[in-house]
């Protein structure tokens, strides 16, 4: 698409915003129970698709993808009215005789740049929430999952004018372009480097915006966690997308003490979830890219490796590997991860696994595994993170009911739910003032104007 295609498309679905066309609760419905039906309809290409790009089984793609999709939809059709409603607010005593409203008010043209690590549901999610909210949506896939990028645009095109929704596809430099667009909303999934860059374009233009990037999130297994459970929820959420998951256990904080028992069974979880050869398992992902593979592979340097190990670089596989004897200084403690390799650190007080979490960036999710109450206390409100799990790892993004973002480098912003109506949505308060009677005390010219004031207005 050249510069000037793209400046048109964006000028033809700012044209239909401003139509009003969008501010309904009937044409938004309509919207999405239109991708519904689409969605639903074409859910063996889309398992096909991701089957293409990341060799996802049919479980896999269902549980992590579609199924979270089907619910985000359900959930904002059900809940659509009552978010668009406007809400009265109360009257301050110094407002006597005026009505307050908040109104929920959609941005206008949207961009939603998605990535490729779940490539299905972290396009479409977003959409749900840009359409619900009432905007024109610009959708641009990611380049390393051909085949879902390709079946987005064909099924999105096939179901809305790009005036509406339009697919971009390309690489990076795509991308970049659609960066310098006046868009009025930016949705980013990706990388904090990446990140960086598209809050610095969005800068240039006060455009508003929500960054979904990652970082290293720790995983504590205190030491009385429920060991073999623990062990099973740890390598679900690790390993699930051959490790490619931005919510993923980065790497383990364990109690000295339980640290050999843990790694029994998760050696022993492995092998139930992904069998004894997981390389031979048609199920088990693979990695997204030679160049992604190459970074991982190099990690298995690192530490000691105490499960697995393998490769299969002509298939660009990587088992379930867990790294011993690990350091904060060596490479593949110094960035997030994203694969299958599990590095593991040990402590002797959870004092000083907060200290560790909290030396370093703000992670976009945390696990904690403990029975205690007062030890899943002290670790929630120590540690600031986007989000996570107590005794699990994950499932906190897979319910609307749990806004999910990030905080500092892990991200801004959040979704899921009516946070992502929230998110593509500004709220704008309209004050409207009686005519009965006016208020004199207010203008500078009232004999006790200032005297009333301080009376109203006492701290």
């Known amino acids: 698409m ?6 048109n498309l964006i000028q033809k679905q700012k044209h239909f915003y401003n139509s009003g066309q969008t501010r309904s609760y009937d044409y938004r419905l309509r919207q999405l129970n239109k991708l519904r039906e689409a969605l639903a309809a ?24 579609i199924g979270i999709v089907y619910a985000e939809l359900a959930f904002a059709i059900k809940h659509l009215r009552r978010w668009m409603a406007p809400k009265k607010v109360k009257t301050a005593l110094t407002h006597i005789g005026s009505k307050g409203r908040v109104i929920a008010e959609p941005y206008g043209t949207a961009l939603i740049i998605a990535p490729w690590n779940y490539p299905y549901q972290l396009a479409v999610s977003p959409l749900i929430g840009a359409l619900a909210a009432g905007n024109t949506v610009l959708l641009k896939p990611s380049e390393l999952t051909p085949a879902m990028s390709s079946l987005l645009a064909e099924l999105l095109g096939g179901i809305f004018d790009e005036e509406y929704v339009a697919v971009v596809q ?17 949705f980013f999934t990706g990388s904090v480097n990446v990140g960086k860059i598209v809050m610095q374009a969005a800068a240039k233009q006060l455009i508003p915006l929500t960054l979904e990037l990652g970082g290293k999130s720790p995983c504590i297994v205190h030491q009385d966690a429920k060991l073999k459970l623990a062990a099973r929820r740890i390598v679900f959420g690790k390993f699930t997308n051959a490790g490619q998951t931005c ?23 492995i092998r139930e979830l992904y069998g004894a050869d997981p390389l031979s398992n ?10 992604h593979f190459k970074r991982l592979a190099s990690f298995l340097q690192d530490g000691s490796i105490a499960a697995g190990g393998k490769t299969a670089p002509e298939r660009l596989q990587i088992e379930p590997t867990l790294l011993d004897q690990v350091t904060w200084d060596m490479p593949v403690m110094q960035e ?13 007080d959870i004092q000083e696994a907060v200290d560790m979490v909290n030396g370093r960036p703000k992670p976009l999710a945390l696990y904690l595994f403990t029975q205690q109450p007062g030890t899943q206390e002290k670790v929630v409100g120590s540690i600031s993170y986007g989000g996570g799990c107590v005794n699990d790892t994950l499932m906190h993004i897979a319910t609307p009911y749990l806004p999910f973002g990030g905080v500092g480098e892990s991200g801004m912003g959040a979704y899921h ?27 500078p010219s009232s004999k006790n104007g200032l005297k009333l004031l301080r009376k109203l207005m006492k701290p």
């Open 417 to 443: 739910g009516k946070g992502s109506f929230d998110t593509f949505t500004h709220y704008k308060s309209v004050l409207k003032q009686t005519n009965r009677f006016d208020i004199t005390f207010r203008y």
């Open 170 to 186: 390309g690489g990076p430099e795509a991308s970049q372009e659609l960066l310098t667009q006046p868009v009025d909303y930016i």
């Open 282 to 291: 048609p199920s088990y992902g693979r990695i997204v890219s030679e160049k």
């Open 42 to 65: 074409n859910e063996s290409n889309i398992m096909d698709a991701l089957k293409k790009d990341l060799n996802k089984s049919e479980f896999e793609a269902f549980s992590t993808e």
């Open 336 to 348: 997030e991860i994203f694969g299958p390799i599990l590095p593991m650190l040990e402590y002797d």
């Open 247 to 269: 919510i993923a256990p980065d790497y383990l904080l364990v109690h000295r003490s339980i640290k050999k028992e843990l790694v029994s069974h998760l050696r022993e979880a």
């Open 2 to 7: 050249s510069n000037d295609t793209m400046s």
